[in-house]
């Protein structure tokens, strides 16, 4: 796993890609992994926050995440309990209205299955967003019909909407989901790190 993880850290298949955004940026893997870890969180790709700390969720939406899954920043960043491997390593930049780019299609296509073909079983893995549902559960459904068959794939899967700011309309209109999913994660992130 150390040569797969260094590989990975030297990635700069995107290097002309990021330098031609908005942001006209660097390549810089951003991931958390250790032997022992308990629970994967598999999101979509690092922001600008997260390029800059080099640190994943370093940014409201990882606060959000916290939040949803109870559990402190210590626990979170502890990677001897929590990986987080998106589905892109790093930030994909602006475009020029400042919209977030999707994650580049070949960062997966180079990296996910061989990723996971080396990768133990966890316990417990958050699929965080479309781009990770899609490639996980191998679904073409839209984010919120996949959260809302979350009963399909827990205990060991389950899938969230993105925590970002931009989702709070639709979690105001599926009280569900903090009363009925988030309930039952909290209670077997807590099975799981025991």
Known sequence: MTDLFDEISACRLCAERFAATATAHAPRPVFQYAPGARILIVGQAPGLRVHESGRPFTDPSGDRLRDWMGITPEVFYDAQRVAILPMAFCFPGYNAGGA??????????????????????????????????????????????????????????????????RNTAWLKKNPWFAAELLPVLRARIEEVLR
Request: proline share 17%; with cysteine.
């Open 100 to 165: 977030d780019l999707p994650p580049p299609p070949i960062c997966a296509r180079t990296w996910r299955a061989r990723l996971m073909a080396e990768l133990p079983d966890f316990p417990l893995t958050l699929l965080v967003g479309g781009f990770a549902q899609k490639w996980h559960l191998a679904t073409k459904a839209p984010v919120a019909e996949t959260v809302a068959r979350w009963r399909d794939t827990a205990p060991q899967v389950f899938p969230l909407p993105h925590p970002s700011w």
